[in-house]
């Protein structure tokens, strides 16, 4: 592999581009690339009346209830009224919905439990657990099991 690297300064922001072979696998590339950027990206959001910039890469989950959404970290909850499907298209592809109103962070998942009571997610340095869905179930189970 052979890496380029161009510095433009009218540029805003990094512009990637990846030229291949029409038989090559990049999505491994793509998706540490797209891990990187999340790291690196921010959110905006309320707790207790201030306004926080939580790095993406640090969400648990997000949970949609009563016109609002909650945004789980390991130790936090915060609030945001923008609606649960914007967050979605602007989270990077780690993120997952696994109910009508939660989406998940693949990337801090400790472990997935298939029972009769529900399918449960339990995350990495939390107590924190999430039900998955039924609909959504095999979807986090093969994108879990894709990823190794």
Excluded: C, W
């Amino acid at each position: 592999m052979k890496i380029h690297v161009e510095v433009d300064e009218t540029a805003s922001e990094p512009d990637v581009t990846i030229r291949a072979a029409a038989n090559t696998d990049v999505s491994q590339l793509v998706a540490a690339l797209e891990a990187a950027s999340a790291s690196a990206k921010r959110l905006t959001l309320r707790q207790r009346g201030q306004n926080y910039q939580v790095r993406v890469g640090s969400i648990l989950f997000l949970e949609a209830a009563d016109h609002q959404v909650m945004v789980h970290t390991a130790d936090d909850v915060y609030v945001t009224r923008q609606p649960l499907y914007e967050l979605a298209d602007a989270l990077p592809t780690t993120f997952q919905r696994v109910s009508k109103s939660a989406i998940l962070n693949r990337e801090q998942i400790l472990s997935l439990t298939k029972s009769v009571t529900g399918n449960l997610v339990k995350f990495q340095k939390s107590h924190k657990q999430l039900y998955v869905s039924r609909r959504y179930y095999k979807a986090l189970k093969e994108a879990l099991e894709r990823e190794g």
